[in-house]
C-alpha cells in the first residue's frame, strides 16, 4: 500500500540539523583569538625595518644570547621529556601508583612558572635551602663564621639554573600528559604483550609503548620548547644575565627611549620566532629518522641489556625532580614566614606571622587583580570551548583543528606582543584590563580547550541520546545529561585556564604597561631585591591562587556513572 512504508522501507533517522550557534562556533573563536595573533605578527614586521636588524646584529653579545636561549630551550625540553618517559614507564608497570603520581604532577603544574623560579632561585642559592641542609660538605668555616659556597647560582653564564628551573616546572606537565595518553592507548596490554616475548617493562614501554603516544605529546612538547624559548620570568629570576637570553633582551629593547633601540626590539622578537619555527622543524627531522630506523619495531631476543637500567635511572632522576618542585615551594613558605633566619641555620630561627600577613595585606590590590584578570578569560573560554566541542561532538570532523587551537602556544610571546604595542597605543588601550584580558584570552583558550577535550572524549554518548529521543531540546539534552556528566572536568579546565591566567607576566609588562599590579609582576620584581621575605610572600601567594582554583575544582564528585573510554 503506498504512503504506508513497510519494514524494508525503514531508514536510519538522520542526525538533528546543528543549530546556528554551533555551526557559527569555529568563526566565533577565530573572532576572539585571531586579532592578537595576527595584528601582533603583523605589528611585528611592520615595527622591524631591515634597519632595526642591522642594529640587531650589532648588538653586543648578541650571538651568545641566541645561542644561549636554544640551548636552553632545547636542553630542557629533552631533559623534561625524558624524565617523565621514565616515570612514566615505572608507573605503566605499576599501574597502582599512576592515579597518585598524575595527581602530584597536577598538583605542580598548577604553580605559576614565576613562583617556581623565585622558589628555586632559594632553594640552589649558595645560601640556599639545599646547602644549608648539606651542612659542613659545602661550605667552608673561617673566623667562627660560616661562608657560603663559591657558585654562581642562580644566574650562571650557561644557563643551567634557568634549564633547571625549566625541568621543575615543564616536567610534571609532561609527565601528566604522558600518563593520561598511555591510559587513552592502553599501554598496559601493550606493555604484557611485549614482556611475553622476554622484554623488560622499561624497554618495551620505550620501544611500543613511546611510539604510540607520541602523536598525542607532539605538540605539548613543542609548547614547551617554545616557552624555553620564550620566557621571560623565569629568566630574570635565574638568569642568565651577561648577556641575558634572547627574549630578555628583546623586552630590554622593546622598552629602550631611542625608536631605533625599540625597533631592533620588535626584530629580536621575530627572530624568537624564527628560532621557534626552526627547533619545532629539527625536532620533526629527528623524529622522521627516529622511525625510519625502526624504533617501533619489537624483536623477539631483546637487546641493549643496560636500558632497564637507564630507565630507572632516569626515573629516579625525574623524582628528584619532583621532590626539587617540592622543596622549591617549602622554601617560599619558609622565607615568607621567617623572622630570623641566618645562614647556614638549616631552618628558622623564629617566625612572624604579623609580618607574613603584613605582606599580604600590601599585596592585596596585586593578588585582587591576578584573580580578576585571570578570571575574566576563563569566563569567555569555557563556554566558548564548550561550543567548540558540541559542535564537533554533533558532526565529528577530526582532530584537524586542534593544531590551529594550539598555535597561540607555539607562538613566543613576544613575537606579537611586541606588534601589538603600536596598535593598543592608537586604540587608546594600552594599560587597561580590556587588552590585558584579550592577550590573556589567546593563552588561556588553548589550555581550556585541550582540557574539555579528552573529557567529551570519555563521556558515554548514549545516555544523551536518549534524553533526546524522549523529545529533549538540544540545550535540554546537554544541560540534563552532559552538564551532570562533565561537571567536574568543566571545573578541572577551568581551574586550569586560571592558573595558567594567573601565570602570565610578560603581557602584564607589555600591553599592560606595568600599570596593572600583578602577583607575577610584584614577584618578578621583588626577587631582584635584597628583601627574600618580600619576594617569597609574593611568590607564595601567586603559588596559592592556582591552588585554591583546584582546590574548589576538586570539591566538585566525579558522576558515578555514563563515564567510558573509547
Do not use: N
Not at 659545602?138 to 643551567?160: E, F, I, K, N
Not at 561532538?393 to 607555539?410: N, Q, T, V
Request: net charge positive.
Amino acid at each position: 500500500m503506498t504512503g504506508q512504508p513497510g519494514a524494508g522501507d525503514w531508514r536510519p533517522a538522520a542526525p538533528p540539523a546543528r543549530s546556528p550557534l554551533l555551526a557559527a562556533a569555529p568563526w566565533i573563536a577565530a573572532a576572539v583569538l585571531a586579532p592578537p595573533l595576527a595584528g601582533g605578527l603583523v605589528g611585528a614586521v611592520a615595527a622591524a625595518p631591515l634597519s632595526a636588524w642591522r642594529l640587531l646584529a650589532a648588538e653586543p653579545g648578541i650571538g651568545r644570547s641566541i645561542l644561549t636561549s636554544v640551548l636552553v630551550a632545547v636542553a630542557a625540553t629533552l631533559i623534561s621529556a625524558a624524565l617523565a618517559g621514565a616515570i612514566a614507564a615505572l608507573v605503566a608497570a605499576r599501574p597502582g601508583r599512576a592515579g597518585a603520581t598524575e595527581r602530584l604532577a597536577l598538583v605542580l603544574v598548577a604553580a605559576p612558572h614565576a613562583a617556581v623560579a623565585v622558589g628555586l632561585a632559594f632553594l640552589i642559592a649558595p645560601t640556599g635551602l639545599l646547602f644549608r641542609l648539606a651542612g659542613d660538605w659545602v661550605y667552608t668555616r673561617a673566623d667562627g663564621r660560616a661562608l657560603p659556597p663559591d657558585l654562581p647560582l642562580p644566574g650562571d653564564a650557561w644557563g643551567l639554573s634557568l634549564i633547571a628551573g625549566l625541568v621543575v616546572k615543564e616536567m610534571p606537565f609532561l609527565l601528566a600528559l604522558t600518563i593520561a595518553a598511555q591510559e587513552r592507548v592502553g599501554a598496559r596490554a601493550a606493555l604484557d604483550r611485549a614482556r611475553s616475548l622476554g622484554w623488560p617493562a622499561a624497554s618495551a614501554w620505550w620501544r611500543v609503548v613511546a611510539p604510540q603516544i607520541w602523536p598525542l605529546l607532539r605538540l605539548p612538547v613543542a609548547a614547551v620548547a617554545v616557552y624555553g624559548l620564550g620566557t621571560v620570568d623565569m629568566a630574570l629570576v635565574l638568569g642568565p644575565s651577561l648577556p641575558p637570553v634572547l627574549a630578555v633582551r628583546s623586552l630590554s629593547l622593546l622598552f629602550d627611549p631611542d625608536p631605533a633601540r625599540a625597533a631592533a626590539g620588535a626584530a629580536a622578537a621575530l627572530l624568537q620566532l624564527v628560532l621557534a619555527v626552526g627547533v619545532i622543524l629539527a625536532g620533526l627531522c629527528i623524529e622522521r629518522l627516529v622511525r625510519c630506523g625502526g624504533a617501533d619495531r619489537l624483536t623477539v631476543r631483546p637487546r641493549r641489556p643496560l636500558a632497564p637500567f637507564a630507565s630507572r635511572l632516569a626515573a629516579g632522576l625525574g623524582l628528584l625532580v619532583l621532590v626539587m618542585a617540592v622543596l622549591a615551594v617549602v622554601t617560599l613558605v619558609f622565607w615568607a614566614g621567617a623572622a630570623v633566619w641566618r645562614f647556614p641555620d638549616p631552618l628558622p630561627a623564629g617566625w612572624s606571622t604579623a609580618r607574613l600577613t603584613g605582606m599580604a595585606a600590601g599585596l592585596a590590590p596585586a593578588a585582587g587583580a591576578s584573580a580578576l584578570y585571570a578570571l575574566l578569560p576563563v569566563i569567555i573560554a569555557v563556554p566558548l570551548a564548550l561550543l567548540l566541542l558540541e559542535g564537533r561532538a554533533s558532526h565529528p570532523a577530526g582532530d584537524a583543528g586542534d593544531a590551529l587551537i594550539y598555535l597561540p602556544l607555539l607562538l613566543p610571546p613576544a613575537a606579537f606582543l611586541a606588534g601589538l604595542q603600536g596598535p593598543v597605543l592608537r586604540l587608546g588601550l594600552d594599560g587597561t584590563g580590556l587588552a590585558l584580558v584579550w592577550c590573556h584570552l589567546a593563552t588561556v583558550f588553548p589550555y581550556v580547550f585541550l582540557a574539555l577535550r579528552e573529557s567529551y572524549r570519555r563521556t558515554d554518548p548514549r545516555p544523551r541520546r536518549l534524553a533526546r529521543s524522549l523529545g529533549r531540546s538540544g540545550f535540554g539534552a546537554w544541560a540534563a545529561v552532559m552538564l551532570p556528566l562533565t561537571a567536574r572536568p568543566l571545573a578541572v579546565a577551568a581551574a586550569i585556564g586560571f592558573s595558567a591566567g594567573v601565570a602570565q607576566y610578560l603581557p602584564a609588562v607589555t600591553i599592560g604597561g606595568g600599570r596593572i599590579p600583578l602577583l607575577a609582576t610584584e614577584a618578578v620584581a621583588a626577587a631582584a631585591g635584597l628583601d627574600r621575605r618580600a619576594a617569597a610572600a609574593a611568590a607564595l601567594l601567586l603559588a596559592l591562587l592556582p591552588a585554591a582554583g583546584f582546590l574548589l575544582a576538586s570539591l566538585i564528585p566525579e558522576p558515578a556513572g555514563g563515564r567510558r573510554r573509547r
